[in-house]
Each structure stands twice: as structure tokens, then as C-alpha cells.
């Protein structure tokens, strides 16, 4: 390889790190290494994967890293290509709220859509963007935008509001109540009855 190459080929992947994500679509490497010709792009993406210094995860979608070293959580919010975060029963079933998760990564965006990368199976649940968009109680981790316990019972309450909470003792029912409240979701009195009950009765 000349040295030229060689050049081109080290300043592409400084200005990957640059970046700070593993994780991208090959429009944001067209865009990073201003390559309009998609033939030059897809041939040089190929040839970079065959070289071990790209993985791809499935066509238009690669990585720095092979798949099994990717945060999960991180590579579901990519692949949608849109704003979503991560909550409702993922989030729950991690903090001991509900025992079950369905063996999927529940995710939040403007689309329904099952899908799988890997090892990981994914439900991406749809939100209207009214609702969506709406920053309360959604924090963000190393990247990865992930909705508090409180907002993902809200989330889950929205689109279920029947839904059975295993240790509903873990919730915190005020705060669930202003949540719904700032996002405009409908408020569900019963939960937060069966949890003054509660208190009353320890």
C-alpha cells in the first residue's frame, strides 16, 4: 500500500475516534469522509471490513467493533436511526419492578418494529412525537438515552394501562403521577390507591 493510502486510511479512522461512537450507518461515513460516489464508498467499506478494521452489522451498518463487544442497548437506539430511547418493561425488569421481559429490549421511538441484531431481539414501541419528545425522566448513558423507573411505568401504563407490576412497592407513585402529568399521558388513579393502601396495611 503507498503511503498516501496509507495517510487517507489513518486520518479516516482518527476522524472515527474523533466521533467518540463505535456504531455507524454509511451515511454518516460518507458525510465523515465526504465521499459522494457510493460505489468508492461501498468498495472501500468492503475493503476495510475484509481488513478487520470494519465489522459489518448488516448492510448499510457497521461497526469499530464486532458485535458481541457492542452495548446492546446502544446498538438497538442506532439501528432505528431516530430519535428513541430505552425503558418501559427493559427498564423495569432491571430494577425488580416486573419479572419478566420477554426476553426483548424494549425501546421507545416513532415506529413499531420487532427486530433482531445478533444475539438481541428488540421491540421498539410507538410513540406519538407529542409525547415522544417530551425530556422528563430520560437520562442519557455514555449515549445511550434511557427513561428513569418512574418513566418507564409511565410509558408502560400509556400503552397498557392494566399492566401488572410484580414489586409495585419499588414505584415511586407520585412521581410516576407528575410524570404523566408533564407528558400529557392519562392519568391511572387506580395504581395510585392500591399503593396508599398499601402503606396504610405495613
Known amino acids: 500500500m503507498s503511503t498516501d493510502k496509507m495517510n487517507i486510511k489513518s ?3 482518527a476522524q472515527i475516534a474523533k466521533l467518540g461512537s463505535a456504531i455507524f450507518h454509511t ?3 460518507a458525510n465523515l469522509w465526504q465521499i459522494n460516489n457510493a460505489n468508492t464508498l461501498y468498495t472501500t467499506l468492503k475493503r476495510y471490513a475484509k481488513q478487520g478494521l470494519l465489522f459489518r452489522i448488516y448492510k448499510g451498518f457497521y461497526s469499530i467493533k464486532p458485535i458481541n463487544e457492542l452495548d446492546p ?8 436511526r431516530e430519535f428513541s430511547y430505552v425503558s ?23 415506529k413499531s418494529k420487532k427486530f433482531s441484531i445478533g444475539d ?10 407529542r409525547f415522544l419528545f417530551n425530556p422528563v425522566g430520560i437520562e442519557d448513558n455514555n449515549g445511550v438515552k434511557i427513561a428513569s423507573a ?9 400503552f397498557n394501562s392494566k399492566t401488572y407490576f410484580d414489586n409495585s412497592k419499588k ?5 410516576v403521577k407528575k410524570i404523566q402529568k408533564e407528558i400529557g399521558y392519562p392519568l391511572t388513579p387506580k395504581y395510585y390507591d392500591i399503593a396508599k393502601s398499601k402503606r396504610r396495611k405495613t
Do not use: C, P
Not at 442497548?73 to 432505528?80: I, N, P, Q, T
Not at 438481541?120 to 412525537?129: A, M, T, V
Open 11 to 13: 486520518n479516516r479512522f
Open 27 to 29: 451515511k454518516d461515513l
Open 73 to 80: 442497548l446502544l446498538l438497538g437506539l442506532k439501528a432505528l
Open 88 to 110: 418501559a418493561e427493559t427498564v423495569l425488569a432491571e430494577q425488580g419492578i416486573i419479572f419478566q421481559s420477554g426476553n426483548k429490549i424494549t425501546l421507545i421511538s416513532s
Open 120 to 129: 438481541n431481539n428488540y421491540y421498539s414501541r410507538k410513540l406519538s412525537d
Open 150 to 158: 418512574d418513566r418507564a411505568a409511565a410509558d408502560l401504563l400509556y
Open 171 to 175: 414505584i415511586n407513585w407520585k412521581k
